[in-house]
């Protein structure tokens, strides 16, 4: 029996796995409730559906021996392996444990990670991967020395701006060593030497240390995500054991984790979904490989202080907008496109977006590149990221908060201009504006005359009340508007929100309100206009009906594509309300 099964899976096997040669001797698979070999079989069927059914169905078996699950997980082939891992409440033991280590390194972790980073290529880099870089490898006095000689500067200068981080807590150097991976992993090049020359073995050994340390997980979790937009290192990563590890980070209820672990398996999919999401571009819906049809994408764009997930978050302080990275997940509310939307919209495909904003220059995590900050600079580096997450592929609805809108106009007035992104712009369906400075913010002026002591970043210095750029852009908006006959949808806040120690008005109602679309005042804070306080919220009611007005129905987009293989009339008839008609939250 046993030797016939051994013969069967040494016919399965075609991918390599890690090795299990240190494995327990395991036990004959009861196949009472299921037969693994053929699911097995049919998941490497030439018929999506097969595939699809196959994998669903070993995915929902439960109650196996530990051994069963190890003999199935040795026979499953990179598709089937990641199909797996991409289904819901499917069980870790799918996914073969890490081998151990060869031998006992006595080399100290801190001392590993500081020689892979002095591995890495230390000419061409950016400012800022270049700052982190340098600011890890002074963790000690012994590094600062080296340094004084010429041993760890890049390209022979020296940077005088590092400040030396010796005798720093342990973890906290090691935040410094992967914050300079996530820098350098998302330049192919070095995501090559950071393979090659051990990095996910020190990945894998720093998570096995530090099982409780969340700010840490998402570090490497992010690392991973970067590492895995290349398909050629799919397999090392695989290899290396680090399914089973994300797997269980994406049922982590904290949830920067578990998006960090979803987007680092969507990107071991990349074959089979065709999409790649690049470092900050997050899919919240759908979580797993199969859901029901996608008819259109909805994108999620925070705005200043904001988060890819605080800023959308059920009602909260103003407090906790700001960090995403908080690892005290005990009061803090659900994010709500992540939980109602989804379930209210499940044919739709919701995105959200991350990207680093300051109101000073003083509180940057680096204090180069401030040129990439500016609206026309991330405008552009959005559109290249959403476009490899195939965003203009099918119609586009956009909701976004502050600045995000501003971000949001100038990349569709990008788009529209260029002949190789003029997709995304024609299949947008609709713009929501949560609170966007139109014609600037008041937190602009204020940060003005602080400004010796503020140091205004480049952010708050575009959102000057009236600048000539925003009239300019808003106008170009319009003008988009009118062409595309593009609804719209905005909110305005009606309470102040207090700014260090002032209360005002971050956008004032002349600023909020675009002069086009419907319009709604709230009866809230900035930082509150865009987090709901129940589901049947009147904002998110507002919100929801605006969504199933303008995205496609599944069954209209089938009729369409079948009927005319074009894309289906997006904009119907509305009625539009009294311009400055409100309500409350």
């Not at 012994?142 to 004084?148: E, H, L, S």
């Not at 979790?221 to 980070?249: C, D, E, K, P």
């Not at 929100?497 to 679309?517: Q, W, Y």
């Amino acid at each position: 029996m046993v030797t016939n099964m051994k013969n069967t899976l040494e016919n399965i096997i075609e991918d390599k796995h890690p090795s299990t040669s240190w494995l327990p001797f395991w036990v004959p698979l009861d196949t009472s409730t299921a037969n693994p070999w053929r699911l097995l079989q049919k998941a490497k069927s030439d018929k999506p559906y097969d595939r699809q059914l196959a994998i669903s169905s070993l995915a929902n078996v439960h109650g196996w021996h530990d051994a069963d699950y190890q003999v199935v997980a040795q026979a499953c082939d990179q598709n089937t392996l990641i199909g797996l891992a991409r289904s819901p409440d499917v069980d870790s033991r799918f996914f073969l444990p890490p081998p151990p280590p060869v031998q006992e390194n006595k080399v100290n972790l801190v001392e590993r990670f500081r020689h892979l980073l002095g591995s890495l290529p230390k000419s061409g880099l950016d400012a800022c991967t270049e700052y982190f870089t340098k600011t890890a490898l002074l963790g000690d006095d012994a590094a600062q020395a080296d340094d004084q000689s010429g041993a760890l500067c890049f390209g022979g200068n020296s940077l005088s701006f590092v400040s030396s981080l010796s005798r720093v807590p342990t973890e906290r150097a090691e935040r410094f060593y992967l914050m300079s991976l996530i820098n350098h992993s998302e330049i192919e090049t070095h995501a090559e030497d950071i393979i090659s020359n051990g990095g996910l073995q020190l990945l894998m050994e720093l998570q096995q240390r530090r099982p409780h340390s969340l700010q840490l997980q998402c570090y490497m979790a992010q690392v991973l995500s970067n590492l895995a937009v290349y398909t050629r290192f799919h397999q090392n990563i695989i290899q290396a054991g680090f399914v089973r590890v994300l797997v269980n980070w994406v049922k982590s209820k904290h949830i920067p984790l578990q998006m960090e672990a979803s987007r680092a398996l969507a990107n071991l999919d990349s074959l089979h979904t065709g999409n790649v999401f690049r470092n900050g571009i997050y899919q919240l819906h759908p979580q797993y490989r199969y859901s029901d049809e996608v008819v259109a994408d909805v994108v999620f764009v925070h705005g200043l202080l904001g988060g890819a997930f605080h800023s959308w978050r059920q009602r909260a302080s103003a407090k906790e907008e700001t960090s995403d990275t908080s690892t005290n997940d005990k009061d803090l509310t659900p994010c709500w496109p992540k939980t109602w939307l989804a379930e209210d919209c499940p044919h739709l495909r919701i995105i959200t977006v991350a990207y680093e904003t300051q109101v000073s220059e003083w509180t940057s995590s680096c204090p180069y590149g401030q040129e990439k900050r500016s609206l026309a600079a991330r405008s552009q580096e959005l559109l290249k990221k959403l476009e490899k997450a195939g965003i203009g592929q099918r119609p586009v609805i956009w909701v976004t908060h502050s600045m995000g809108g501003l971000l949001v106009k100038q990349m569709l007035i990008d788009a529209w201009q260029s002949k190789k992104q003029q997709s995304l712009a024609s299949k947008t369906a609709g713009v929501v504006f949560y609170s966007t400075p139109h014609q600037g913010s008041a937190i602009a002026a204020y940060s003005q005359q602080a400004s010796y002591l503020l140091y205004p970043s480049v952010e708050v210095a575009e959102l000057q009340q009236g600048a000539s750029s925003l009239r300019h852009l808003h106008g170009q908006f319009r003008a988009f508007v009118q062409t595309f006959g593009l609804p719209v949808l905005s909110f305005g806040e009606m309470q102040p929100t207090e700014v260090a120690l002032l209360k005002l008005f971050v956008v004032p109602m002349t600023s909020a309100h675009p002069g086009f679309g419907d319009f709604y005042m709230l009866d809230t804070n900035h930082f509150g206009v865009c987090k709901p306080t129940s589901h049947s919220s009147p904002v998110y009611q507002a919100l929801l009906k605006f969504l199933n007005r303008h995205a496609p129905s599944p069954l209209h987009a089938k009729i369409a594509e079948i009927l005319t293989q074009q894309p289906m009339n997006k904009h119907l008839d509305t009625i539009d309300p009294p311009p400055f008609a409100g309500f409350d939250q």
